[in-house]
């Protein structure tokens, strides 16, 4: 169903298109636009000049601040039109200049943001991107097509990930960094071609991971840096010897099928 809400609050110099679905109490500031195949959730805010097309769903009580574009066609000269979408999760906070595409036909058709993300001024999230859910992207931080986010990822300001790169769960990037591979759940990964350094320490003391669950991970780290055989060679003798959950979902990560390498620890 399209139309909007009688809740809603619409600046008299906004365009919403026909078709549109515009929710319970959300607020659509000065010269936004809403394009016709958008629906936007309850409470959701739109500051002004804001673009929102193609499309696109935005959760509940996302805010998206001014001059973001969300919803455009792909960056791929690939793309020849078909209908594609970008689904946009709840509680976003997605703030100036930020970019988000919709999907393309060879990448699934869907880009998928989660739920609690928080995307600073300037950052980009290409087509048929996977982001988890409390991700944050730090200004002007590039997620290219094709790449899988877990949850609670950091990346730091001015850095890129190269396409098709996976980056698991609760792993940080630093500053100014391009990551070219694969990084593992927990990793650190810092310095300007994307070193893995080291695992998230402040982001696990940070969520209440137990003291022995770290002491688990600091082992499995050493043993994939330094063990006998290949890297997979490691991590398939680590599933088989580890009892910590944490430790297990790194292994999963790395035996999964990626279209990318590792970055392997330094």
């Given at each position: 169903m399209s139309g909007i809400?009688?809740?809603a609050t619409v600046h008299p110099s906004a365009v919403v298109e026909a078709g549109a679905t515009v929710g319970p109490e959300c607020h659509i500031g000065p010269f936004s636009i809403v394009g016709p195949d958008v629906t936007l959730g309850h409470g959701v805010v739109l500051k002004s000049h804001v673009v929102v097309t193609g499309?696109?769903?935005i959760g509940d009580e996302t805010v998206i601040f001014p001059f973001a574009s969300i919803?455009?066609?792909p960056q791929d000269l690939k793309f020849a039109g078909e209908r594609t979408r970008l689904?946009?999760?709840k509680r976003n906070r997605i703030?100036?200049?930020v970019t988000m595409?919709?999907?393309t036909e060879g990448g699934g058709g869907v880009t998928r943001v989660g739920d609690d993300g928080l995307f600073m001024a300037g950052c980009?999230?290409?087509?048929?991107?996977?982001?988890g859910n409390k991700v944050i992207l730090v200004n002007n931080a590039a997620v290219a097509g094709h790449c899988v986010l877990g949850d609670e990822v950091i990346v730091g300001g001015q850095s890129g990930i190269h396409q098709w790169v996976r980056?698991?769960?609760?792993?940080i990037i630093g500053a100014v960094t391009m990551v070219t591979n694969d990084v593992m759940p927990y990793g650190l990964v810092q310095a300007p071609r994307g070193e893995l350094d080291g695992l998230n320490l402040v982001g696990l003391k940070r969520r209440g991971v137990s003291r022995s669950d770290i002491t688990a991970l600091r082992a499995a780290f050493q043993m994939l840096a330094q063990g006998e055989g290949t890297f997979m060679d490691r991590a398939q003798r680590l599933g088989d010897e580890t009892d910590s959950v944490y430790v297990k979902e790194i292994v999963a990560f790395i035996l999964a099928e990626s279209d990318r390498s590792f970055l392997t620890p330094s």
């Open positions: 809400d009688p809740s499309w696109t769903e919803g455009e066609i689904i946009v999760g703030r100036e200049y595409n919709t999907g980009h999230v290409a087509h048929d991107a996977q982001i980056i698991g769960r609760g792993a």
